[in-house]
């Protein structure tokens, strides 16, 4: 892609309405816009870090074995009647009429639609274990949408629902997503700390916020500072190690504000190890036994051929607010850098040359030519902006590896940068194989 070419409206100045770096850095460099209060269109520039991150999140569900479908943003208020939610779900469930004057709301969540296709569907224990998601848009009320696609209205979630015989097997459901969460992160190179949380409108006995470090976060987290040095590749996929994986993570006290105990987490951490910070919850986690099945009849034949109720959790991730969760770990002074993995363009070409530089003008259409055929996704800025604005602009679009190309350098000579780090020479070759072993294997 040329820069000259992108849609890429750029602003100069902090939004004043702008809180947190975040929402600053999405807006100023083109990746959202506000179309009504916590609603926002998307923009090509964050529209691709937005898919990718939704391709992540993908793979890893399907990994864990989990299927992926497709449910409507509309859904009937009679179903929400029927699992006792509609009263209770309050202010935050935008309720519409249709013309025959029915019913129906906009999703905030699809725990009472996928019970009523799993009930409509599946009649034998033989179908189980079932773990099924979909990536939809949400909508949500919220009385106070604040930082940008962080606390919106309408947000993109994926969400999982898994359905098991015995409370035992659907504690392995829960595991596995549990495991499939910390890869996901892994992959956004964000830690995410699971932590022991309260289960809200969702309701169930067992649940975990997985929570982004971060001083802009609305949580507060309490938390063992060791907790941090626990690494996924330290526990093996099968059942037996995911529970003990889930066993050792819950052995460390951590709690947002709503289930902290003073007392508890003195008793717990030492004094040395005690993390007190603030957080980002970019996924939460539910096991809620029959809650939904049972007052919607969601049953299965059992071996013995008696009807039996359901065991279900659900799982979601904010993945429109993953993008701004991935900000916040990575923009420091003015300068963003991006994952590697979610990356809008993964290398940058910078052209200096004066508009009427022909020979800097080959070497970059030769190096962007050569890139694209690899299937690198490249961004060549071929504007006639000075220097100083182009690295401006780079900085804000944040692609982790820059080639810069000037009129003082050799005919096959070329400045290679790590967007924060020093720049190198090289020849075309050992550019290309730097980029290619960066991206390609
Ligand atoms: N039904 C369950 C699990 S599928 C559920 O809805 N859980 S939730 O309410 O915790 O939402 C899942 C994730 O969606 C949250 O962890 C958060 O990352 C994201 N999310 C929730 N509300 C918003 C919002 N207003 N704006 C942006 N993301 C949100």
């Known amino acids: ?147 940008g696609i962080m606390r919106c209205r309408e947000f993109l979630m994926k969400d999982s629902y898994s359905f098991d015989l015995t409370k035992e097997e659907s504690n392995h459901s829960y595991n596995k997503m549990f495991y499939a969460y910390l890869r996901t992160f892994e992959r956004l190179e964000l830690k995410a700390l ?33 907790l941090l040095d626990l690494k996924i590749s330290d526990f093996k996929n099968d059942k037996e190690s995911l529970k003990s994986m889930v066993d050792t993570y819950a052995s460390f006290y951590s709690a947002t504000d709503e289930k902290f105990d003073q007392v508890e987490f003195d008793k717990k951490v030492k004094k040395e190890d005690q993390l007190i910070t603030r957080g980002i919850e970019v996924g939460h986690i539910f096991h809620f036994g029959d809650k939904y099945s049972k007052p919607m009849n969601a049953m299965v034949n059992s071996s013995t051929g008696t009807n039996t109720t359901v065991q279900m959790g659900s799982y979601g991730i904010g993945v429109s607010r993953l993008v701004g969760a991935i900000i916040e770990a990575n923009y420091n002074n003015n300068v963003m850098k991006w994952p590697k993995s979610v990356t809008p363009f993964q290398v940058a070409i910078i052209n200096l040359g004066k508009k009427n530089d022909e020979i800097c003008k080959k070497k970059a259409d030769k190096l962007y030519h050569l890139l694209n055929e690899k299937k690198i996704e490249v961004l060549l800025d071929d504007t006639d902006e000075s220097p100083a604005s182009k690295f401006k602009n780079f900085d804000l679009i944040g692609i982790p590896y820059q080639v810069i190309i000037g009129s003082k350098q050799a005919e096959n000579e070329y400045e290679f940068k790590e967007i924060t780090s020093d720049k190198i020479n090289l020849s075309l070759d050992e550019l290309v194989k730097k980029i290619e072993n960066l991206y390609l294997n």
């Open 194 to 226: 699971p932590m022991v949380a309260d289960t809200g409108p969702i309701g169930g006995d067992l649940s975990h916020e997985f929570i982004i470090l971060a001083e802009t976060g609305e949580s507060q987290i309490y938390t063992n500072k060791k």
């Open 1 to 147: 892609m040329k820069l000259s070419e992108l849609f890429l409206p750029i602003v100069k100045d902090i939004p004043t309405d702008a809180k947190i770096k975040s929402h600053q850095l999405m807006i100023r460099s083109g990746m959202i816009r506000q179309s009504a209060a916590g609603i926002y269109s998307w923009l090509p520039l964050g529209f691709r870090v937005l898919k990718k991150i939704e391709q992540i999140v993908r793979e890893e569900q399907d990994f864990a074995g989990a299927q992926e479908m497709l449910m409507p943003t509309i859904q009937s208020a009679d179903l929400w009647k029927e699992s006792g939610r509609y009263d209770g779900y309050g202010l935050e469930m935008l309720r519409i009429k249709d013309r025959q004057d029915r019913e129906l709301l906009y999703g905030p969540t699809n725990e009472e639609l996928i019970t009523q296709i799993f009930r409509d569907n599946v009649k034998s224990y033989k179908s189980l274990p079932l773990i099924l998601y979909h990536i939809q848009w949400k909508f949500r009320d919220e009385i106070r949408p604040r930082f």
